[in-house]
């Protein structure tokens, strides 16, 4: 059913998987490798796309030599550390495909999962994971069970697990998305804001591979609920809208030229 929708599509879908990077050196090379287990058993083409924010380790010699190495690979290095919503806007930003995934670099979730997540497209403008017995510490378990409560409560998207690194959308509606810093928190309710539909998949969940997470308790649960907060105050103000009749009028160019 997947293939027959890609064969007969006016243009062939592809894909670009953004992997946002800050201070991951340890988990990049069994990354690559994870990520050439998926490409190609992806039904659309696919390719990989790696966004330094600003890394004081290894990272972006890594990344280097990772792209030199493989086809399909890229990566681009913003100049400082800007967090990972700027990350993800870069990424977006220099994608040229007709969908866009987003993985964590951290390998808590496996690039496979996303071969679940082509059947729902494109009858689905995001297809997103819900982490399933989840390997975190307790901190982070407790941290995010309050902060994805306190969001559901205060927006009603009907997401149930906002923070899982595993999405695919369409480019475009990507493209469209409002940004402003903790947005990537609000992607699926982002993209609902624009009419889009999103369905969510369950998909595996592992312990973190190597390094240390960048995230504490206080971060964890303040930055969710501040930017709940900014997220109700932009939707509000969201301008969204569909031309249901119009006439264009011909210069007199045009119509020399019929």
């Known amino acids: 059913m997947v293939n027959e929708f890609y064969r007969e599509a006016p243009v062939k879908p592809s894909l670009t998987i953004l992997v946002p990077v800050y201070n991951e050196a340890e988990c990049l090379v069994r990354l690559s490798e994870a990520l050439d287990a998926f490409l190609p058993q992806s039904p659309i083409p696919a390719q990989v796309l790696f966004i330094n924010d600003g890394s004081t380790d290894n990272s972006l010699h890594m990344m280097r030599e990772i792209c030199a190495r493989r086809q399909g690979y890229g990566y681009i290095s913003l100049s400082q550390n800007k967090g990972l919503s700027t990350a993800i806007k870069a990424g977006i930003d220099h994608c040229q495909s007709t969908y866009i995934g987003y993985i964590d670099a951290d390998l808590q979730t496996s690039p496979l999962d996303f071969l679940l997540f082509f059947e729902h497209l494109p009858e689905h403008e995001m297809v997103c994971g819900i982490r399933m017995k989840r390997k975190d ?103 969204r809208y569909t031309i249901a009749e119009q006439s264009v009028n011909k210069t007199a160019a045009q119509h020399e030229q019929v």
């Not at 595993?166 to 940004?179: E, H, Q």
């Not at 969940?205 to 109700?232: C, M, Q, V």
């Open 137 to 239: 510490t307790f901190v982070k378990k407790i941290s995010s069970r309050i902060a994805n409560g306190f969001r559901r409560r205060m927006i009603d998207d009907g997401i149930v697990d906002t923070g899982c690194p595993l999405k695919i959308v369409d480019a475009a509606y990507a493209k469209r998305v409002p940004f402003f810093d903790g947005m990537h928190r609000f992607l699926p309710a982002l993209i609902q804001l624009q009419g889009g539909r999103v369905k969510q998949v369950p998909v595996q969940h592992f312990e973190r591979y190597a390094g240390t997470s960048k995230y504490h308790l206080f971060n964890r649960i303040w930055g969710p609920l501040n930017d709940t907060f900014a997220f109700r105050w932009m939707r509000k103000r969201y301008i």
